[in-house]
């Protein structure tokens, strides 16, 4: 599967995106999907995890409340709706796929990723 993710940009702190990740190749469907995100000097961090159908979610604490990931798998794209953004928010996000269904945050667990979205905050 070959991802793309978009919808990054500048935006104030207090402010919201919405990320998209399209995906194309083998059916969408068959995958749970990952956000994370890099900070420049920091190491890949987990933002959220989807089910393949959609029906079971979760969030890093660093983001719980203010993002939330769903998916439309008619359209082949998972989402990252990200609200109330802090400039600690700035970094390059990533959407990522996974063939298992056992609920993991580790990026090795992940095997097709896409090639990332700058978000940076302004304060």
């Known amino acids: 599967v070959q991802l793309q993710a978009s919808g990054g940009g500048l935006v104030q702190a207090g402010g919201s995106l919405r990320l998209s990740c399209a995906a194309s190749?083998?059916?969408?469907?068959?995958?749970?999907m990952g956000w994370f995100r890099r900070s420049p000097g920091k190491e890949r961090e987990f933002i959220g995890r989807?089910?393949?159908?959609?029906?079971?979610?979760g969030h890093a604490d660093s983001v719980k409340g203010r993002f939330t990931i769903f998916r439309d798998n008619a359209k082949n794209t998972v989402y990252l709706q990200m609200n109330s953004l802090k400039p600690e928010d700035t970094a390059v996000y990533y959407c990522?796929?996974?063939?298992?269904?056992?609920?993991?945050?580790?990026?090795?667990?992940?095997?097709?990723w896409g090639q990332g979205t700058l978000v940076t905050v302004s304060s």
């Open positions: 990522a796929a996974d063939t298992g269904t056992i609920y993991t945050y580790s990026p090795s667990s992940y095997e097709y």
């Open positions: 989807i089910s393949r159908s959609g029906g079971i979610t």
């Open positions: 190749g083998r059916a969408f469907s068959n995958y749970a």
